[in-house]
């Protein structure tokens, strides 16, 4: 069964922390997305990667940044923490062209 | 620019009763279109998809959508909702032209499944 695994399902961090999201996918995809998800707002789209250390921002990059050293592995950064960035984070990985998405479960983070 | 509308953030229906969610896209180019379910504490899992081809689309759990160009939307049924169907529901469609797969998706509807 193909996976997309997002190492953690809840964080808890204190503003200010450094904090690492890790997606990992066997699916060999070229694709990988990263979107925060908040009550009202639906996804948006933080950052998205073609290819190996290949990024593009999304919508809504400012305090986060992105590291795909490797095609399975692409991982979210949010350099100085803080309560705003308390929300649902989801990554998903895609192949070339439009076949969609497959998610992780997700990982709340919860900032304090 | 591609767009996404969902039109009502809350949907409720009886169990038994017909679902009927409804998406509209904007798109400078053919769409592809997408529908997602997501329950509680969970990522996103896809329903349905259309590309080409058949406009009527069939997913899992007895969903199936309606792709119509000249009303630009892409609409989701299910004829007798279970009340394991309760969710939230998301419409999406492709970025555009640049093939990295990108989706633009809908601010989502939640579904609420009455006894």
């Known amino acids: 069964d193909v996976k997309v695994t997002q190492s953690s399902r809840y964080l808890v961090k204190r503003t200010g922390e450094k904090v690492f999201l890790e997606c990992v996918q066997d699916?060999?995809?070229?694709?990988m997305f990263w979107y925060r998800q908040d009550p009202g707002l639906g996804l948006r789209l933080i950052y998205f990667?073609?290819?190996?250390?290949?990024?593009e921002k999304g919508d809504i990059p400012e305090g986060y940044s992105v590291s795909r050293e490797k095609k399975e592995r692409f991982s979210l950064i949010l350099e100085s923490a803080s309560t705003n960035q308390t929300s649902m984070y989801l990554c998903?990985?895609?192949?070339?062209?439009?076949?969609?998405?497959?998610f992780g479960s997700g990982t709340r983070l919860t900032v304090v | 620019a591609q767009s996404v509308t969902q039109l009502g953030s809350h949907v409720s229906v009886s169990e038994g009763a017909l679902v009927l969610l409804r998406c509209n896209y904007s798109?400078?180019?053919?769409?592809?279109l997408f529908w997602y379910v997501q329950y509680p504490n969970q990522g996103l899992q896809l329903l349905l998809k259309?590309?080409?081809?058949?406009?009527l689309v069939k997913g899992i759990n007895g969903f199936e959508a309606e792709f119509k160009k000249s009303e630009t939307s892409f609409h989701l049924t299910k004829p007798s909702a279970h009340m394991s169907d309760a969710a939230e529901y998301f419409c999406?469609?492709?970025?555009?032209?640049?093939?990295?797969?990108?989706?633009?998706f809908g601010q989502g509807t939640t579904l609420q499944v009455k006894p």
């Open positions: 998903a990985s895609s192949p070339t062209g439009y076949y969609g998405y497959t």
């Open positions: 699916m060999d995809h070229e694709n």
């Open positions: 990667s073609y290819d190996v250390k290949m990024k």
């Open positions: 798109s400078s180019v053919p769409p592809y």
């Open positions: 259309y590309t080409t081809g058949a406009t």
């Open positions: 999406a469609v492709s970025e555009g032209s640049s093939n990295t797969g990108k989706l633009i």
